[in-house]
């Protein structure tokens, strides 16, 4: 079956240092892997995507980095900022089931000034 | 637009009652979605809809009813909430095959 595992928080780092969320993905066919973020009291939006191996999302600073060979979507980020605390979602929608997206548990960063 | 919208944003309920979450958007998606979304699990899908008339179930739908009767609309129903619904639920849409899930806001779920 289909599923995420993304690295377990919180996390909280100061301003400027260097950010790593661990993603894993198990999928039965060829999925399009997604970071969504969410900021306090808000919907999830969409960070950045990857839709095949290699591919390279990148957004507001933030990337991630589609690994086939290690089913991996690590996000990373060089130098946070105060105003990226927020929870941040890995998923992931399978071609064979593209109406269903599978989410991972979230994981919360704090970055303190 | 709106993009999407979603009410009430908060609503108690005693265990039994029951209540529509309502879900709209603007954006002429084919694709809508509801997820409920609880500490430790991520996000969860409930039920699902590709276009006016068709709905499907996700991971977790007993206990939960949907209907889209137009585009724009894909109310989620608790017949007899329980407790365990007790839950921030969000309602999501797309067009089919951009992969690009829009949010709404969320409705916050108490059930005493």
């Known amino acids: 079956g289909n599923s995420v595992t993304q690295m377990e928080g919180p996390v909280t780092l100061s301003e400027e240092a260097f950010l790593t969320i661990n993603c894993t993905y198990t999928a039965t066919g060829y999925p399009s892997l997604f970071w969504y973020v969410q900021y306090p009291g808000e919907g999830l939006q969409l960070l950045l995507k990857a839709t095949k191996a290699d591919d390279k999302g990148s957004n507001k600073g933030f990337e991630a980095t589609y690994r086939k060979e290690t089913t991996s979507f690590h996000l990373e980020k060089g130098s946070v900022q105060v105003s990226d605390s927020a929870v941040y979602f890995c998923?992931?929608?399978?071609?064979?089931?593209?109406?269903?997206?599978?989410f991972g548990t979230g994981t919360s960063l704090t970055v303190i000034p | 637009n709106a993009g999407v919208t979603q009410t009430p944003k908060f609503q108690v309920l005693k265990t039994g009652q029951s209540m529509t979450l309502q879900c709209a958007q603007d954006m002429n998606h084919e694709y809508m979605s509801w997820y409920r979304q609880d500490p430790g699990m991520g996000l969860r899908l409930i039920h699902y809809s590709v276009g006016a008339g068709i709905t499907d179930q996700g991971e977790v739908p007993n206990g939960y009813n949907v209907s889209r009767s137009t585009t724009e609309d894909f109310p989620l129903r608790l017949l007899s909430a329980a407790p365990s619904q007790t839950s921030v639920y969000f309602c999501?849409?797309?067009?089919?095959?951009?992969?690009?899930?829009?949010f709404g806001p969320g409705t916050r779920l108490l059930v005493l």
């Open positions: 999501a849409s797309m067009w089919i095959g951009a992969e690009t899930q829009y």
């Open positions: 998923a992931l929608s399978d071609a064979d089931t593209g109406n269903q997206f599978y």
